[in-house]
């Protein structure tokens, strides 16, 4: 195993390639992007949260609407750069509300061959598994038709079980 010098001479040389950091930067912007769209778009439905993107793992922000916060949920456009998708995850505000709503919807379809419950959300779905960034129109366009009818179909699931 390295440590953590070796590793970080090669993200240094990666860096300074500069290809890594033209990636990250264009797809940090794109996510920003959406969320200013879906606001022009969204807001009487929705309301935002900030962009979030301390790691290189994820970039995501929330978005939530009264019924979601007074179920103590929120929703998180996720962009996964380990797998390079889109991703829908409904998040609780603490971990015995993720256990509850996991409980309740481990076995729905957005859960399907999940044996345990995702580490951060109670639900992760893919949005878009191969994203075409050379035509970021259509893929904003796939993005929001995709997601705005996974949160309504997420959303009336939940309030049957009220």
């Known amino acids: 195993m390295k440590d953590l010098n070796s590793y970080v001479s090669i993200y240094k040389k990666q860096l300074q390639q500069g290809d890594v950091l033209i990636a990250y930067n264009g797809l940090v ?17 929705y309301s935002f949260g900030g ?4 790691y290189m793992d994820y970039t995501y922000f929330y978005y939530s609407n009264d019924f979601l916060k007074s179920n103590k ?14 991703e829908l995850w409904l998040l609780g505000n603490t971990k015995p509300i993720q256990k509850k709503y996991w409980e309740l919807m481990k076995s729905t379809q957005w859960n ?8 951060y959300a109670i639900l992760e779905t893919i949005l878009i598994q191969n994203c075409d960034f050379n035509n970021l129109g259509f893929l ?4 929001e038709s995709k997601l705005f009818k996974s ?3 997420i959303i009336h699931y939940l309030k049957k079980l009220n």
């Open 29 to 45: 912007k794109f996510v920003m992007e959406l969320r200013t769209e879906f606001i022009k778009n969204h807001s009487d439905e």
């Open 51 to 54: 962009i979030l993107n301390g």
């Open 73 to 86: 949920l929120k929703f998180g456009l996720v962009l996964n750069h380990l797998d390079m998708r889109f």
């Open 112 to 119: 399907t061959n999940r044996k345990q419950m995702p580490q």
């Open 140 to 143: 904003s366009d796939q993005i």
């Open 151 to 153: 949160s309504t179909e």
